[in-house]
């Protein structure tokens, strides 16, 4: 149960199974974000937070026993999840979109600032604080594009 949680509830097997490599775990597990901040778009914003909340709380107990020497398997997606799911909380439309998109391309680049400071932290807390700090960017350009629009 905990390697399917971790896995992003499977999705990050995926990519071994199809492709032999765990490449495009992570995307895979941010669009399992996107579906569930789709199904979240007409919900209250209380609604977005507790999910968003439950995500970064699986993040940081499910992937503890299959950590490498401190590091994130590939095949471990609730991380992309939590992230992903942070950047859509409470937007809809085009920053919405581009929300999800800038989060996943900080989480995959690591340019932005703290993202790979966040990374370097021990244990969960480094698996899940990149993706976090990703999605805080992708939140607020989000933001930004909602009040800009």
């Known amino acids: 149960m905990r390697r399917f949680v971790a896995a992003g509830f499977g999705v990050g097997l995926l990519p071994r199974r199809l492709w032999g490599s765990d490449s495009g775990a992570g995307t895979l597990g941010a669009l ?12 209250p914003i209380w609604a977005h937070l507790i999910a968003t909340v439950v995500a970064i709380g699986l993040s940081l107990w499910a992937p503890r026993p299959f950590l490498v020497e401190e590091r994130d398997p590939g095949w471990v997606a ?3 999840i939590a992230g992903a799911l942070l950047a ?6 085009w920053p919405w979109a581009v929300a999800w998109l800038v989060a996943r391309l900080a989480d995959i680049f690591k340019v932005l600032p703290g993202t790979r400071k ?3 932290l021990p244990g969960t ?17 989000g933001v930004l594009l909602t009040i800009w629009l």
């Open 78 to 80: 609730i991380d992309e």
């Open 118 to 120: 966040a990374e370097r």
């Open 125 to 141: 807390l480094g698996v899940t604080g990149d993706d976090l700090v990703a999605g805080f960017y992708g939140l607020a350009v």
């Open 88 to 93: 859509v909380t409470a937007l809809s439309g």
């Open 32 to 43: 399992v974000a996107a579906a569930l901040g789709a199904a979240l778009l007409a919900a």
